[in-house]
């Protein structure tokens, strides 16, 4: 029977997240500090003895999920966010050269997807869309169980699409109530749980912006299921009404009826994802 232990690495700009992956359960875990403004090869180095901190011979491969534009069958990462030193890198070619295993690179929002397809709410789902809403916003997109990622992972990049005055990123993350409210989501959201009305709007703003991303989504993809990842999951309870108010007004209301709208609840799910990269490859 082949191994199902991975390991999973979910790079960002402030800290890496290093998961060794039994049975489908984060089974050993630690974080580091990333240190971005470091050269490329420190970093990697850095990489390196974080996957061997967890390596062993029961390991079939080793994932990495990366908030970046990449060369999937290639694993080349072109770019990273917030990661400056990272500039056509070959991560899969190094990785796979060093610890002679299967070595698999993905952006960090495919990953959020893959790891609700293989560990989380998707596994039902065959058509997928998984939307990452934290300090930025983007998605993984499955289509009948596979990956769409598109030219250099570009498929799911909603945040960059036109809105308003701006684009869906900048109403439907953080960033929103930076840039409206002059303060944190987190701040706000205590706030609101405690129920103070101005911050309970900005959360009803918030969800009439998600309302309409998410019908841009199923104009797109016309998913199955939409999952709602990241940071703004968390106050996914105080923006949901009016998300469903602003939805009633959708023209094609047969297509949402049947479209599920739920958060993600497994912190892990990006570091699952890293590691489901492993099987989905191994066993397409």
């Excluded at 998707?122 to 499955?142: E, W």
């Excluded at 968390?234 to 469903?244: D, I, P, R």
Aim: glycine share 10%.
């Amino acid at each position: 029977m082949a191994s199902k232990n991975y390991i999973g690495v979910d790079v960002g700009g402030t800290k890496m997240h290093f998961a060794y992956v039994e049975d489908s359960k984060v089974v050993k875990e630690f974080k580091s500090s990333t240190d971005a403004f470091r050269s490329q090869d420190e970093i990697i180095d850095d990489l390196k003895k974080g996957i061997a901190e967890l390596l062993d011979d029961k390991v079939a491969g080793i994932g990495l999920g990366v908030p970046g534009l990449i060369d999937v069958e290639e694993g080349i990462v072109y770019n990273v966010a917030n990661i400056p030193a990272w500039k056509n890198v070959p991560l899969k070619a190094t990785l796979s050269a060093h610890f002679n295993l299967p070595v698999f690179i993905g952006n960090d929002a495919n990953c959020f997807a893959l790891g609700e397809k293989y560990f989380g709410k998707g596994q039902q789902y065959k058509d997928l869309v998984a939307v990452a809403m934290g300090t930025g916003t983007g998605a993984g997109v499955l289509v009948n169980n596979t990956l769409h990622v598109g030219n250099l992972s570009m498929a799911g990049e909603f945040g960059g699409i036109y809105y308003k005055d701006s684009n869906y990123e900048d109403y439907c993350s953080g960033k929103f109530f930076k840039r409206t409210y002059n303060t944190e989501g987190k701040d706000l959201a205590e706030r609101a749980a405690n129920g103070d009305a101005e911050a309970q709007k900005a959360f009803d703003s918030l969800g009439e912006h998600v309302a309409h991303l998410i019908e841009t989504i199923i104009y797109a993809y016309g998913p199955q299921a939409i999952i709602i990842g990241g940071s703004l999951s968390n106050s996914f309870s105080l923006f949901e009404a009016n998300m469903k108010e602003v939805l009633k007004k959708f023209p094609h209301q047969n297509a949402l009826q049947t479209t599920a709208i739920i958060p993600s609840n497994n912190s892990d799910i990006p570091v699952l994802g890293a590691a489901a990269l492993v099987p989905y490859n191994l066993e397409a």
